[in-house]
């Protein structure tokens, strides 16, 4: 069984860079793809990026330009930088595995 661990993520301005990490741990063998979603109150959860284990990335076109997924397989860890944020990007943000495994949900919030 997999279990992912998000770390990072908080308070920002406008404009401003937030990382969220995702460690994975347990029967990761079998894990091709993780990446971020996130949902905003009163919203549906999103995506925003994906990444394989090759490293082919898909990105929200939202977050394109702005956001940087990457995926360091040796700590079994994904990453979410984040950059020129907006009040938009305010959310809950949850980390994903395949298929169908979720981290526990880190709150980002941008500030005007």
């Known amino acids: 069984q997999v279990q992912l661990v998000q770390s990072g993520g908080g308070l920002a301005q406008a404009g401003g860079s937030l990382r969220l990490s995702c460690a994975a741990s347990?029967?990761?063998?079998?894990?091709?793809?993780m990446g971020w979603y996130r949902q905003a109150p009163g919203k549906q959860r999103e995506l925003v990026a994906l990444i394989t284990r090759d490293g082919n990335t898909n990105y929200a076109d939202s977050v394109k330009g702005r956001f940087t997924i990457s995926r360091d397989s040796a700590k079994n860890t994904v990453y979410l930088q984040m950059n020129s944020l907006k009040p938009e990007d305010t959310a809950i943000y949850y980390c994903?595995?395949?298929?169908?495994?979720w981290g526990q949900g880190t709150q980002v919030t941008v500030s005007s």
């Open positions: 347990g029967s990761i063998f079998g894990i091709n793809v």
């Open positions: 994903y595995a395949s298929y169908n495994i």
